[in-house]
């Protein structure tokens, strides 16, 4: 089948439309981050995190491809078959850290996108039975404050991946789950350990 370039014009032409035609997005829940980290071998140099990112639908216009077959106010998982993926980008985010070396300590905070704007940062995969909901991690950006706050949560935490495993019950009614994911964060490669949490509300 030949794709002229009269066809890839109109294509082109049409995802502004699209993206224009889209009813406003709805969040469908949220996680909230409660992160400690400090160094391994200095427990007076040490960052803390509190993080609050409430998640939408992927739609067209976001970084990884169109999807058109959900809507951006579908909340309903319940209606998913096994091997069906939905993914998420964040709606908004809230956040504060603190980052202590010794007596002195130093603030940073994040309360727009900027550039999580748009991109799928968590998905929902459907399973026989229940679901499982991938997230990343997010801390709180250091600004100018990098040598107090950034270090320790360039690690990695654990479990990874970061998800929580939802059943069926769960999946019929997000509007009121509750779940909390226990995290950890072993000695890495900047001599960092924490422990953590992730809280998932549904909206």
Not at 22 to 48: H, W, Y
Request: with cysteine.
């Amino acid at each position: 089948m030949k794709i002229t370039l009269s066809t890839v014009m109109v294509a082109l032409l049409l995802v502004p439309a699209l993206v224009w035609a889209q009813p406003a997005p709805k969040p469908c829940f949220s996680i909230v981050l409660d992160l400690q980290m400090r160094q391994a071998n200095d427990a007076g140099t040490n960052e803390t995190h509190h993080v609050e990112i409430v998640y939408r639908p992927g739609m067209v216009g976001d970084s990884e491809g169109f999807y058109t077959a959900m809507s951006p106010t579908d909340c309903n998982f319940a209606s998913m078959h096994p091997g069906d993926i939905r993914p998420f980008a964040p709606f908004s985010i809230h956040g504060t850290a603190t980052g202590h070396q010794g007596k002195i300590a130093v603030n940073a905070k994040i309360d727009d996108l900027g550039r999580d704007k748009g991109h799928i940062v968590a998905r929902l995969t459907r399973k026989a039975n229940g679901a499982t909901l991938w997230f990343q991690i997010r801390a709180v950006p250091p600004g100018d404050a990098v040598e107090f706050i950034g270090v320790c949560a360039a690690q990695a935490w654990e479990p990874h991946p970061s998800q929580f495993d939802l059943t069926n019950d769960e999946l019929a009614h997000v509007g009121t789950i509750h779940k909390t994911l226990s995290l950890n964060m072993p000695n890495g490669e900047n001599g960092c350990v924490g422990t953590g949490t992730a809280l998932l509300n549904g909206k």
